[in-house]
């Protein structure tokens, strides 16, 4: 399977805290996407990084890519109550196959 | 104005029952597809359309059958419902499925109930 597997499962932190979660993966990949799924929700696109990219900013996110460890890992800078979500990676093949793994919920605690 | 748009939200059925759910974007993208969420979170595609034609089909069993009768539209029939079948179901579209990749953009998820 080349899920990504989102690490840790759940993530309980202080409004204000920075938030990382990690991302494994177990084949080569074109590039990587994260998502954010609030509850009851659908999926919300994040971030997309590609495999020749190491680093990539938006807004508060940041995200890492190291395809020798087959790993990715998304920091969430100053977290607020509304980053309270579920994150999925998702490593594509290059054939739009995103294989999703169980996420990691988040929450911040006000 | 919805981007990409689900219906019915909610569908509570009998086994045995044969249910459609609907897709629509308005993105003007190429692409389309279907996703499974279990109860666990686990998301998995199950099918997806560049142009109307069908370009992944996953282990699914053939009781699934998606129907793309335009680039906006892309429809999933179920027939003979089960109970493993009970999860949602989201429909997604990205413009395109090059190599490079493309963000996809999420419906909001049709729960279905197969009592």
Known sequence: SQQGEEDPQALSIQEGENATMNCSYKTSINNLQWYRQNSGRGLVHLILIRSNEREKHSGRLRVTLDTSKKSSSLLITASRAADTASYFCAPDQGAQKLVFGQGTRLTINP | ?115
């Open chain 2, 1 to 115: 104005d919805t981007a990409v748009s689900q219906t019915p939200k909610y569908l509570v059925t009998q086994m045995g029952n044969d249910k459609s759910i609907k897709c629509e974007q308005n993105l003007g993208h190429d692409t389309m597809y279907w996703y499974k969420q279990d109860s666990k979170k686990f998301l998995k595609i199950m099918f997806s359309y560049n142009n109307k034609e069908l370009i992944i089909n996953e282990t699914v069993p053939n009781r699934f059958s998606p129907k793309s009768p335009d680039k906006a539209h892309l429809n999933l029939h179920i027939n003979s419902l089960e109970l493993g079948d009970s999860a949602v179901y989201f429909c997604a579209s990205s413009q395109g499925w090059g190599p490079r990749g493309n963000e996809q953009f999420f419906g909001p998820g049709t729960r279905l109930t197969v009592l």
